[in-house]
């Protein structure tokens, strides 16, 4: 490292220092603010939004033509595009999130002692949540509103490519806060695109008290190789739909292709396509049919390739079972039954989101039980895996993991909480 780079990493870190305690202050007076002024806020930022739509589109625009330049994949620019009606959602999104009951000082366990000693246990904010994503510039409002509402603070780092679309949505926020009375510290995103910034952010234990990163493989296996912070995340969404013997053909094609194309690049989407063999002939055709003309790309294993419907099937390769494509690609299987398709999964999924077709009322709830997976989902597309489909709102992702939270994150999930204990002047014996 030159002694130029060294001053200004030392630069970076004293202006990341200041944007840490700026955040922690800021957290410490939305923990005590009135739940009203917290949704005052979010309601005015929702305004905003709508009242400079014109501006954040103008700086999403600046954005896609670098990234087309670039050359980003069709799945990212999906991902980072904004449109009217996206930013609409957005603002509905916060409205939402402002619509639902304070998540903050409830209730959630209260007893009696022998003793006389009163204890309560409420939820309580988590502090200052570090939000590091890639591409989707709406996650700056999700994630701001979020957090907002639980009463935390945050510190965004979005991707370098939606800087300027987040920016302007940034303002928004910030400009929701301030109509509210709140400090505009409570949102902030990182001063610098530079990659370094995100490593040091890794490192302030002492500002922030959770990471979440939102994002590929690659930035996933990043923050929890180097973060000094907990961290609450998933690495894949590599999502299968599985069509029993007993599914109606009908409801299995609608659901496949939902599930796979309605948007290839969402983490929701089907990566896998498992059927049983005894369904193949009356099922899959038509399923690839319709997977084909929606332009899908479709792999199989050998049954699936001998099929002969007049569909191009690639020969699927072991890795495609291990593929997150986010793209108009899907792997398919035949398999021999239930406890196949189970074991299947269980070896090749990412505990993320998982679907069962079918009529066997028996089947689904083996498979509902049996498989390991954050969401399970029966006779329904795994593109409802989603915090807003399940009526929090918004969602900052879908955790795979199995402390704190798991499936999708809102407001609530972003609580902890304390045990408050009244006495009249016990003393232990």
Not at 32 to 57: N, V
Request: glycine content about 8%; overall charge negative.
């Amino acid at each position: 490292m030159t002694v130029e780079s060294a001053l200004l990493r030392d630069d970076l870190v004293s202006e990341m220092a200041i944007l840490g305690r700026a955040a922690r202050n800021a957290a410490s007076e939305l923990a005590l603010a009135a739940p009203e002024h917290r949704d005052a806020a979010l309601r005015a930022a929702a305004g905003f939004l709508r009242s400079q739509s014109e501006s954040i589109l103008a700086a999403n625009a600046a954005d896609m033509a670098a990234a087309n330049a670039k050359g980003l994949s069709s799945a990212m620019l999906d991902r980072l595009l904004l449109t009217a009606d996206r930013v609409e959602a957005m603002a509905k999104g916060l409205e939402s999130i402002a619509a639902f009951p304070d998540p903050l000082g409830r209730i959630l366990e209260e007893r009696e002692r022998p003793n006389g000693l009163h204890i309560t246990k409420i939820s309580v904010p988590l502090g200052v949540i570090g939000i590091i994503y890639e591409s989707r510039p709406n996650v700056t409002a999700d994630a701001g509103g979020l957090c907002l509402k639980s009463g935390n603070a945050a510190i965004l780092r979005g991707g370098s490519e939606s800087a300027q679309s987040s920016g302007a949505i940034l303002d928004c926020l910030q400009a929701g806060l301030r109509q509210a009375g709140l400090p505009e510290a409570a949102i902030q995103c990182l001063p610098t695109t530079d990659r370094a910034a995100v490593g040091i952010m890794l490192t302030m234990n002492d500002s922030i008290d959770l990471i979440v990163p939102r994002g590929g493989r690659g930035l996933i296996e990043r923050v929890q190789r180097e973060s000094r912070i907990p961290v609450m995340a998933h690495l894949d969404g590599i999502c299968h739909t599985y069509i029993h013997a007993a599914a109606d053909a009908d409801m299995a094609r609608e659901i496949v292709l939902n599930a796979k194309m309605r948007r290839t690049g969402v983490c929701g989407a089907t990566e896998t396509l498992l059927i049983d063999r005894s369904a193949t002939e009356s099922h899959l055709p038509a399923i690839l049919k319709s997977l084909d003309k929606a332009g899908c790309e479709i792999r199989g294993d050998e049954t699936v390739q001998q099929l002969n419907i007049g569909v191009p099937v690639k020969a699927a390769v072991a890795a495609d079972w291990d593929t997150e494509y986010l793209d108009s690609i899907i792997a398919v299987k035949v398999v021999e039954d239930l406890d196949n398709a189970i074991a299947h999964i269980n070896r090749h999924g990412s505990q993320h989101t998982e679907a069962i077709v079918t009529g066997d009322e028996a089947a689904a709830t083996q498979f509902l039980n049996r498989v390991d997976a954050a969401i399970v989902i029966h006779n329904a597309s795994t593109q409802y895996a989603d915090g807003g489909e399940f009526g929090m709102g918004a969602e900052i992702g879908i955790s795979t993991g199995k402390l704190h939270a798991r499936g999708p994150v809102g407001a609530d999930q972003l609580t902890s909480y304390k045990y408050i204990v009244r006495g009249s002047g016990q003393t232990r014996p």
